[in-house]
């Protein structure tokens, strides 16, 4: 079974500045999906960024990028130039190629404080 | 932009009562999903369905649980006899199509108490 550790609970960032959340992950599998979601205090989950495995290039978008490290299985989210907005919980999460059911499997959690 | 909508937002039960939560997914969405967060505890994949049928469960999603797409826009959720354990929220998400390369779009979940 896969899984998914975000060994940080908790961290800050004051306005501007730049942020990196970690993540690593565990799996016996070749070719499968990274994900990292925003949950803001509304409770609502939405996709920040996505990477595939067999891709090299670290997948990035606007102010935020990956650092995808598939031998040693990390997957660190690096948000540049913060803003208040991204006050939140962020969740990485593995997502294989073998299950039929497009499973997603999530960490625990980083909450992030933007502070102006 | 198209949005999962859930209703009720917050579901309040006794125990062995019965509860349907349910979820609109996007509507020309194919793939229909069910997750839970015990509240402090991780986001848990609950089942997966499409065409009309549980693509993938997982071990959390026994006999006391179902899922059913009644009609060509809602999709529930119904816990047969509920438990003090069954608090969380439970999300409901959609995607287009399957794997990773399509974005599962997630609804604002129903948080649901169990006493």
């Known amino acids: 079974a896969q899984t998914v550790t975000q060994s940080q609970p908790e961290m800050s960032v004051q306005e501007a500045e730049t942020v990196t959340l970690s993540c690593t992950y565990d799996?016996?599998?070749?070719?499968?999906?990274l994900f990292w979601y925003k949950q803001p205090p509304s409770r609502q989950m939405i996709l920040v960024i996505r990477q595939e495995a067999y891709k090299q290039q670290n997948a990035t978008e606007n102010r935020f990028s990956v650092n995808f490290q598939k031998a040693a299985k990390s997957f660190s989210l690096k948000i540049s130039d913060s803003q208040l907005g991204d006050t939140a919980m962020y969740f990485c999460a593995f997502m294989g190629n073998d299950n039929a059911g497009n499973m997603l499997t999530f960490g625990g959690g980083t909450r992030l404080m933007v502070k102006p | 932009e198209p949005e999962v909508t859930q209703t009720p937002s917050h579901q309040v039960t006794q125990m062995g009562q019965e509860v349907i939560l349910r979820c609109v997914p996007i509507?020309?969405?194919?793939?229909f999903y069910w997750y839970r967060q015990i509240l402090g505890q991780k986001v848990e994949f609950l089942v997966s369905?499409?065409?009309?049928?549980?693509?993938?469960k997982s071990e959390i999603f026994d006999d006391q649980f179902s899922v059913e797409r009644p009609d060509g826009s809602n999709f529930t959720l119904k816990i047969r006899s509920t438990k003090l354990e069954d608090s969380a929220m439970y999300f409901c998400?959609?995607?287009?199509?399957?794997?990773?390369?399509?974005?599962?779009?997630f609804g604002p979940g129903t948080r649901l108490t169990v006493t």
């Open positions: 998400a959609s995607s287009e199509g399957g794997r990773g390369t399509h974005e599962q779009y």
């Open positions: 509507s020309n969405h194919l793939y």
């Open positions: 799996t016996s599998e070749n070719n499968y999906y």
């Open positions: 369905f499409y065409n009309n049928e549980i693509s993938e």
